[in-house]
């Protein structure tokens, strides 16, 4: 059979769109490549790092290229709603980043346009990709735990990203933009069972001294619809010299027959230098010590990218090749993942539980 030849359009060339980029331009199908972004100049750099054929600063027109029939869109969370709409009415698979969107309306003006063309979606929730958690995925396939009566799931980070982040979008807090991706993997480790129940609470501090409404520290208790019951907490507050360079988290599940716990926190991997190390997600921020590996997306070695992101990106692009099955997360469990996050600072800022699904 005659390899399907790629046309690749990445929409917004920051962190995640260079590195999309990047590696979509070494895959052995993709034959043209585009870039977009609101910044002309940013486009333009990342055109020329990657060998693009187009850029420019209008997204509807990459989406558009003829030679275009795929999409990634890596604009900032809260702008993903429009090119995703475009990349589907033109009929071109889309790959964008989580969350889905920043609020339960944009999600859904997302799934009315892709029940319209029905078209291609999936959502770039990394983690899966990363091979501890497919390993987990694998047993869990084999129900090696039995029924699954409880877990947890924590992710730490440093100030220093935190702010990075709100201060591209305020609203993109370490809740919506972080915990949603161990609520994803929570409901995938669990397929088909929803959560139905969230109780949480939250504690300001240096995030709202700044301005941000963003809680230091955010604990949940989630209840499952089959009585299962999931702790998750996030904290992106940590000082900003804490060796961690993305995330430091840890899983764990309880099963009737069976425990599997997931260390996730790269202490057993340290490098310390006095001439620093660079933040691969903080522009000229730099640690002494380093927890190498905790990198959310990944890590160059040796002219190359290796790393949950990457395996993510290659694995899109060889779906759309073969039409083999995909991994990556459908754009109703992607709104279930908003909606669980949605409740959870919700149940924050009110004090009482909040019922899943929520009243739109």
């Not at 999409?71 to 589907?88: N, Y």
């Not at 000229?284 to 997306?297: E, I, P, R």
Request: charged share 20%; glycine share 8%.
């Amino acid at each position: 059979m005659r390899p399907r030849e790629l046309g690749v359009a990445v929409i917004g060339a920051g962190r995640i769109g260079t590195l999309r980029a990047r590696l979509a331009a070494k895959h052995p199908s993709v034959r043209f490549l585009a870039i977009a972004d609101v910044d002309p100049a940013r486009a333009r750099a990342l055109a020329e790092q990657s060998g693009a054929a187009f850029f420019g600063a209008n997204n509807d027109e990459a989406i558009s290229r003829p030679e275009v029939n795929a999409v990634f869109v890596s604009t900032p969370e809260g702008e993903h709603a429009a090119a995703v709409r475009k990349a589907l009415e033109l009929g071109k698979p889309v790959l964008v980043e989580k969350p889905i969107a920043l609020s339960l309306a944009d999600a859904d003006d997302i799934l009315a346009t892709l029940k319209q063309t029905g078209g291609t979606l999936r959502i770039g929730y990394s983690r899966r990709f990363k091979e501890c958690f497919l390993r987990t995925k694998e047993q869990m396939n084999h129900a090696r735990l039995g029924k699954i009566v409880g877990g947890l799931a924590r992710v730490y980070n440093s100030r220093a990203q935190a702010f990075a982040i709100l201060k591209r979008d305020p609203h993109a807090t370490p809740v919506l933009d972080v915990l949603t991706y161990y609520v994803d993997l929570m409901c995938w480790f669990m397929e088909g069972n929803r959560p139905v129940e969230v109780i949480a609470r939250g504690q300001g501090g240096v995030f709202h001294a700044a301005g941000y409404g963003a809680h230091d520290v955010t604990w949940a208790i989630v209840t499952f619809e089959d009585g299962a019951v999931v702790n998750l907490g996030v904290s992106y507050a940590l000082p900003s010299k804490y060796p961690t360079l993305g995330q430091s988290d840890r899983v764990e599940l309880l099963g009737t027959e069976g425990t599997l716990i997931v260390d996730d926190d790269h202490m057993d991997h340290l490098l310390y230098s006095e001439r620093g190390i660079p933040h691969a997600y903080v522009p000229d921020h730099q640690v002494n010590m380093a927890f190498l590996g905790s990198n959310t997306a990944g890590d160059w070695a040796l002219g190359d990218f290796w790393g949950p992101l990457a395996n993510e990106t290659r694995a899109w692009l060889d779906h759309l090749v073969t039409g083999n099955p995909t991994v990556h997360t459908t754009p109703e469990q992607a709104r279930i993942n908003l909606e669980t996050t949605i409740a959870i600072e919700r149940a924050v800022a009110t004090g009482r539980p909040v019922r899943l699904p929520l009243e739109t």
